[in-house]
């Protein structure tokens, strides 16, 4: 099971690229992809996901590339878009066996399989309630229970916890987890700790750039060293801003704690343990400022 | 911020958006052919015995601000009734209703805006019938206050008129659907009849027709019995000439023209009234579904999680099967279609169904048949473009063979609605041997669909397929007029044939555009 992104390039119109050269090789396990709003993610997603078409470049399935066969891909393909609707006036149940006819689904199997999705997403007690009623959230778990329909071989969630409460986020996590042992999952946020507790590897796209490949260990090995605790007075905290990268601030009695990262500590700053938000950061930062080689980056684990 | 900057402003930015969408330049190039069918003769005006006025600025503007009135006041409603649900579907109305903003003023600036693309259109035409005066050359002298009088005191009132009706039917939870495009023909067509009764109605044709009587009636005192007027399109033309000098805007002729620029600032303050200020809660719809269905207690509650269950319980499912039945896609794709009928619908179709049986044969085929396939407009209006409007799109295209299969099934499954809905004529007819009369029952079972179909998938909306259905539908079946009598309503009626073939170029079509909407067939 392999699946080959090569040189993908996406140009909507005469406009900006949304992606260049993406080069990207996964094997099972859950990619988490990660990047700052409008850097490509969602139009990476929509290419793997036979929605639109590279500009250039090729995306080969199991050696075949997509676009002589995407049906080949559709078949075991599982997609929980970023913005997708329901048929209001359809219960969950038949909103979903409808969507298992219009993939071509074994009638008993996915009958069977919907009632098991509905109460792995928790919406079997409102499975007769007609979905223009749900909330965002429930919605969202309605798309998570299609995505998973056809016991996919590729599953592909773009922000997939966009509208969930907590608890229900935690689950799916766990889900992703759980369901990661023989499929390709790809993972898309800009919520760090939703890729920090499912992820096996990570990619880090910037400006429709892949900007780093890696495993969670090799990123946050990158950043070790780099992260400091600086405790200032908060009038000086706009001042701190402007020399060094803080990640996040406290304020305390003692003053404003400051997560500083970089390679030199500012005076009377102390070491800290290192995690995936500041390796995010770091990496992103240094790529703006040309300090880091994609290419040599994305080499590093893939 | 003063009233007047707020409503400038709300105006502006709702005729913007509007004027940057390519739906625009499709209504400029309506407006366009319009002046065309004008300066080409193919509409026209004949008064008395085969009279038209002479081409001067009198005439010329007059025919135009009365194709502007009459034509557009129709087509330019449905145009613009989307500005209160384009505000819903963008969420800017949510926006909006956290504001200041009084709904007087929305609806206004909604009137307003809606006014805005309208005479946009009424002044494409104003130019057009300058060029066209020019062009033609059969009056000398030129007035530019008698060519465009008519287009400020007929045609821009009427579309004001328009444009407030719009807004009104959008804030009628009952008139906001297919339901309201469907009763604003039948208020149109009444709005038009005023003028025969002799009463002034919107549009100014009572106006026209008596300015013109009286002027003829100088020049041919003979043509005074059975006097004719009427707005024609094709058929032969007018053989006589007589110079018309154009209406005497008096203050009694511009008083009327007020009155219904103040109904249309009424109808405008009446839609405040039931504007809902995108108020979830006042949903009419959203309520409905909501109380029909739900057990009330757990109506607001989120299903209370249960921690026993993981992705390690799921059965395997087999690989998706490439010989799956087309009926199982059918029957979904029916069943999505009928799918929030009320029972009354139900009953009212079958009903319909059953008389298409047993009524006299004659009674059948002309009248319950005309409207057994009136009744599941709604049915097959939101062909083809359901996917958009849901945004289910991404779900279904990245489905194997969505267009292969999916796209055949929706067809399938609005043609068997037809022959459902007026199978009875159709067996009838076989009975009967009239072959004809039975090929043409099945062009109309297979027609009505695929225009639903082909006009969802390119439009991406059922606008176009209630506006035009319902017209056509009135203008041809419901009158047995052959040559548009796509049901075969009488034994006159048309052949098949032009529907037939129109059906395949319009599957074609369909195919096509969805074809492009997909990256990969």
Not at chain 2, 138 to 167: D, G, Q
């Given at each position: 099971m392999q699946l080959a992104i090569e040189n993908v390039s996406k140009?909507?119109?005469?406009?900006?690229?949304?992606?260049?050269?993406?080069?990207?090789?996964?094997?099972?396990?859950?990619l988490g992809l990660l990047g700052p709003n409008g850097a490509g993610k969602t139009t990476l997603m929509s290419i793997l996901a036979t929605i639109t078409r590279a500009t250039d470049g090729h995306v080969r399935w199991?050696?075949?590339?997509?676009?002589?066969?995407?049906?080949g891909l559709r078949a075991t393909l599982g997609y929980l878009p970023q913005d997708f609707g329901v048929y209001p006036n359809l219960n969950?149940?038949?909103?979903?066996?409808?969507?298992?006819?219009?993939?071509?689904?074994?009638?008993?199997?996915?009958?069977?399989?919907?009632?098991?999705?509905?109460?792995?997403?928790?919406?079997?007690?409102?499975?007769?309630?007609?979905?223009g009623g749900y909330s965002g959230g429930m919605k969202q778990r309605v798309g998570i229970a299609q995505a998973l329909l056809n016991d996919p071989q590729l599953l592909i969630v773009d922000e997939p916890t966009a509208g969930l409460d907590p608890e229900e986020r935690v689950r799916f996590r766990n889900l992703l987890s759980e369901l990661s042992g023989e499929r390709i999952i790809i993972l898309s946020t800009h919520i760090v700790s939703d890729v920090e507790a499912t992820a096996t590897d990570i990619a880090l796209i910037s400006q429709g750039t892949l900007v780093a490949h890696a495993s969670p260990e090799e990123l946050l090995r990158r950043v070790e060293g780099k992260v400091w605790e600086w405790v200032i007075p908060s009038a000086d905290l706009n001042a701190a801003r402007q020399r060094y990268l803080i990640s996040n601030t406290a304020r305390r009695s003692d003053g404003v704690h400051a997560r500083v990262l970089g390679e030199k500590p500012p005076d009377g700053a102390q070491p800290l343990t290192a995690n995936l938000e500041d390796a995010y950061l770091f990496c992103l930062t240094k790529y703006r400022a040309g300090t880091v080689s994609p290419s040599i980056e994305a080499g590093v684990v893939a | 911020m003063n009233s007047a900057r707020v409503l400038y402003h709300m105006v502006r930015a709702d005729f913007l958006e509007r004027l940057r969408r390519y739906s625009f330049l499709l209504t400029l190039a309506g407006a366009l052919w319009?002046?065309?069918?004008?300066?080409?003769?193919?509409?026209?005006?004949?008064?008395?015995?085969?009279?038209?006025?002479?081409?001067?600025?009198?005439?010329?503007?007059?025919?135009?601000a009365i194709c502007c009135s009459t034509f557009l006041s129709l087509a330019g409603f449905y145009i613009v009734k989307n500005?209160?649900?384009?505000?819903?579907?963008?969420?800017?109305?949510?926006?909006?209703?956290?504001?200041?903003?009084?709904?007087?003023?929305?609806?206004?600036?909604?009137?307003?805006?809606?006014?805005?693309?309208?005479?946009c259109m009424v002044g494409i035409l104003m130019v057009a019938a300058v060029a066209m005066q020019l062009m033609r050359a059969e009056a000398h002298s030129f007035s530019l206050w008698k060519l465009w009088a008519p287009f400020i005191f007929f045609a821009l009132p009427t579309m004001l008129l328009a444009a407030s009706a719009a807004v009104l039917f959008e804030t009628l939870p009952l008139l906001r659907g297919g339901v309201g495009n469907i009763v604003y023909f039948f208020v149109w067509t009444a709005a038009l009849a005023l003028g025969v009764t002799g009463l002034d109605d919107p549009t100014g044709l009572q106006l026209l027709y008596r300015s013109s009587r009286q002027t003829l009636h100088a020049i041919d005192p003979t043509d005074n019995n059975n006097f004719h007027f009427s707005l024609t399109i094709g058929g032969e033309h007018a053989v006589r000439t007589f110079p018309w000098n154009?209406?005497?805007?008096?203050?009694?002729?511009?008083?009327?023209?007020?009155?219904?620029?103040?109904?249309?600032?009424?109808?405008?303050?009446?839609?405040?009234?039931?504007?809902?200020?995108f108020d979830p809660a006042r949903s009419w719809f959203k309520r409905r579904a909501l109380s029909a269905v739900t057990p009330p207690a757990s109506a607001v509650q989120e299903s209370a999680p249960s921690h026993n269950l993981s992705a390690a319980h799921l059965s395997p499912m087999p690989q998706p099967r490439s010989g799956i039945p087309f009926f199982r896609i059918v029957a979904a794709e029916l069943r999505l279609m009928l799918k929030g009928k009320r029972w009354w619908w139900y009953l009212v179709a079958a009903g319909l169904a059953i008389a298409c049986i047993f009524a006299p044969f004659d009674a059948a085929r002309g009248g319950v048949l005309v409207a057994a396939w009136l009744w599941p407009i709604f049915v097959w209006s939101p062909m083809g473009s359901r996917e958009t409007r849901h945004a289910t799109e991404s779900l279904i295209f990245s489905s194997p063979r969505a267009l292969s299969r999916q796209l055949p099934a929706i067809w399938s499954a609005g043609v068997l609605v037809a022959l459902f809905a007026a199978g009875g004529v159709g067996v009838r007819l076989l009975i009967n041997g009239d072959h004809h009369g039975l090929a043409a029952w099945f062009g109309g079972a297979v027609f009505i669909p695929t225009l639903a179909l082909a006009l969802g998938v390119l439009t991406g909306g059922?606008?176009?397929?209630?506006?035009?259905?319902?017209?056509?539908?009135?203008?041809?079946?419901?009158?047995?007029?052959?040559g548009i009598d796509f049901m075969g309503t009488t034994p006159a009626s048309s052949s098949p044939v032009p529907y037939l073939i129109a059906t395949v170029l319009l599957l074609a079509a369909a195919y096509w555009r969805r074809r492009t909407r997909m990256a990969y067939a």
């Amino acid at each position: 099971m392999q699946l080959a992104i090569e040189n993908v390039s996406k140009r909507y119109g005469r406009g900006n690229w949304a992606l260049r050269n993406f080069t990207l090789q996964l094997g099972p396990g859950v990619l988490g992809l990660l990047g700052p709003n409008g850097a490509g993610k969602t139009t990476l997603m929509s290419i793997l996901a036979t929605i639109t078409r590279a500009t250039d470049g090729h995306v080969r399935w199991n050696g075949t590339d997509i676009a002589s066969n995407p049906d080949g891909l559709r078949a075991t393909l599982g997609y929980l878009p970023q913005d997708f609707g329901v048929y209001p006036n359809l219960n969950a149940v038949e909103f979903l066996e409808y969507l298992a006819a219009v993939k071509g689904l074994d009638a008993p199997a996915s009958k069977r399989r919907i009632d098991e999705l509905l109460n792995l997403v928790n919406l079997a007690d409102v499975r007769k309630r007609p979905l223009g009623g749900y909330s965002g959230g429930m919605k969202q778990r309605v798309g998570i229970a299609q995505a998973l329909l056809n016991d996919p071989q590729l599953l592909i969630v773009d922000e997939p916890t966009a509208g969930l409460d907590p608890e229900e986020r935690v689950r799916f996590r766990n889900l992703l987890s759980e369901l990661s042992g023989e499929r390709i999952i790809i993972l898309s946020t800009h919520i760090v700790s939703d890729v920090e507790a499912t992820a096996t590897d990570i990619a880090l796209i910037s400006q429709g750039t892949l900007v780093a490949h890696a495993s969670p260990e090799e990123l946050l090995r990158r950043v070790e060293g780099k992260v400091w605790e600086w405790v200032i007075p908060s009038a000086d905290l706009n001042a701190a801003r402007q020399r060094y990268l803080i990640s996040n601030t406290a304020r305390r009695s003692d003053g404003v704690h400051a997560r500083v990262l970089g390679e030199k500590p500012p005076d009377g700053a102390q070491p800290l343990t290192a995690n995936l938000e500041d390796a995010y950061l770091f990496c992103l930062t240094k790529y703006r400022a040309g300090t880091v080689s994609p290419s040599i980056e994305a080499g590093v684990v893939a | 911020m003063n009233s007047a900057r707020v409503l400038y402003h709300m105006v502006r930015a709702d005729f913007l958006e509007r004027l940057r969408r390519y739906s625009f330049l499709l209504t400029l190039a309506g407006a366009l052919w319009v002046a065309y069918a004008v300066a080409t003769e193919e509409v026209w005006i004949v008064v008395g015995n085969g009279y038209r006025g002479v081409y001067n600025s009198a005439w010329i503007g007059a025919l135009m601000a009365i194709c502007c009135s009459t034509f557009l006041s129709l087509a330019g409603f449905y145009i613009v009734k989307n500005s209160v649900q384009r505000d819903t579907d963008t969420r800017v109305g949510q926006i909006l209703a956290a504001t200041p903003m009084r709904k007087d003023f929305y609806t206004i600036a909604k009137t307003l805006s809606n006014f805005a693309v309208l005479a946009c259109m009424v002044g494409i035409l104003m130019v057009a019938a300058v060029a066209m005066q020019l062009m033609r050359a059969e009056a000398h002298s030129f007035s530019l206050w008698k060519l465009w009088a008519p287009f400020i005191f007929f045609a821009l009132p009427t579309m004001l008129l328009a444009a407030s009706a719009a807004v009104l039917f959008e804030t009628l939870p009952l008139l906001r659907g297919g339901v309201g495009n469907i009763v604003y023909f039948f208020v149109w067509t009444a709005a038009l009849a005023l003028g025969v009764t002799g009463l002034d109605d919107p549009t100014g044709l009572q106006l026209l027709y008596r300015s013109s009587r009286q002027t003829l009636h100088a020049i041919d005192p003979t043509d005074n019995n059975n006097f004719h007027f009427s707005l024609t399109i094709g058929g032969e033309h007018a053989v006589r000439t007589f110079p018309w000098n154009g209406i005497d805007w008096t203050t009694n002729v511009l008083l009327i023209r007020l009155g219904w620029i103040a109904v249309a600032v009424a109808i405008a303050y009446t839609a405040t009234i039931f504007f809902h200020r995108f108020d979830p809660a006042r949903s009419w719809f959203k309520r409905r579904a909501l109380s029909a269905v739900t057990p009330p207690a757990s109506a607001v509650q989120e299903s209370a999680p249960s921690h026993n269950l993981s992705a390690a319980h799921l059965s395997p499912m087999p690989q998706p099967r490439s010989g799956i039945p087309f009926f199982r896609i059918v029957a979904a794709e029916l069943r999505l279609m009928l799918k929030g009928k009320r029972w009354w619908w139900y009953l009212v179709a079958a009903g319909l169904a059953i008389a298409c049986i047993f009524a006299p044969f004659d009674a059948a085929r002309g009248g319950v048949l005309v409207a057994a396939w009136l009744w599941p407009i709604f049915v097959w209006s939101p062909m083809g473009s359901r996917e958009t409007r849901h945004a289910t799109e991404s779900l279904i295209f990245s489905s194997p063979r969505a267009l292969s299969r999916q796209l055949p099934a929706i067809w399938s499954a609005g043609v068997l609605v037809a022959l459902f809905a007026a199978g009875g004529v159709g067996v009838r007819l076989l009975i009967n041997g009239d072959h004809h009369g039975l090929a043409a029952w099945f062009g109309g079972a297979v027609f009505i669909p695929t225009l639903a179909l082909a006009l969802g998938v390119l439009t991406g909306g059922s606008k176009a397929f209630e506006a035009l259905y319902i017209i056509w539908w009135y203008m041809g079946p419901a009158h047995h007029i052959p040559g548009i009598d796509f049901m075969g309503t009488t034994p006159a009626s048309s052949s098949p044939v032009p529907y037939l073939i129109a059906t395949v170029l319009l599957l074609a079509a369909a195919y096509w555009r969805r074809r492009t909407r997909m990256a990969y067939a």
